[in-house]
Every structure is written in structure tokens, then in C-alpha cells.
């Protein structure tokens, strides 16, 4: 009956260790899943931060390309024009 008992103790120790064991692994997971989320949160606001910048760089620079040819557009239809009347 001591053996049988003494048996069934070190089965326990057993199950408790292999307990522990996944306890601490699901930590450590939980610990690198939220390590993740960070990281992962920190390069979408980089990715939003780059994509408006180069948001504003378009702007900008198809404004100054459309009002650089509507200033050529309209100067060089008056400069033709006015070569053309004398």
C-alpha cells in the first residue's frame, strides 16, 4: 500500500512539474504576443506617418506643377499673340 502511495506522490510531482512547465510557457508566449502588438502598432503609426507625409509631398507638387503650367500656358498665349498683331 506505501509503494502504490509513494508511487501515486511522484505521479503528481510529475503532472504538478509538467503544470508549471505550460504555466510558464504561456507566460513567456503571452509576454512576446504582447511584444508583437507593440512592434507591430509602433510600424503601422511609422506607415501612417510616412504615407502623410508623402500625402502632403503630392500635394504640393502638383500644385506648383499645375500652377507652373497654367503660368506658361497663359504667358506664352499672350507672348504669341502679341507677336502676331503688329
Not at 502588438?37 to 502623410?52: G, H, I, T
Request: net charge negative; charged share 25%; with cysteine.
Amino acid at each position: 500500500m506505501k509503494e502504490v502511495m509513494s508511487k501515486m506522490l511522484g505521479m503528481l510531482q510529475k503532472v504538478l512539474g509538467l503544470l508549471e512547465t505550460r504555466a510558464h510557457t504561456e507566460e513567456v508566449q503571452s509576454y512576446e504576443n504582447r511584444k508583437e502588438d507593440e512592434m507591430k502598432k509602433d510600424w503601422m503609426l511609422a506607415a501612417a506617418v510616412v504615407d502623410r507625409i508623402c500625402a502632403i509631398a503630392f500635394i504640393i507638387l502638383f500644385l506648383a506643377g499645375t500652377l507652373a503650367f497654367i503660368i506658361l500656358a497663359t504667358t506664352r498665349t499672350l507672348g504669341t499673340s502679341a507677336s502676331v498683331d503688329p
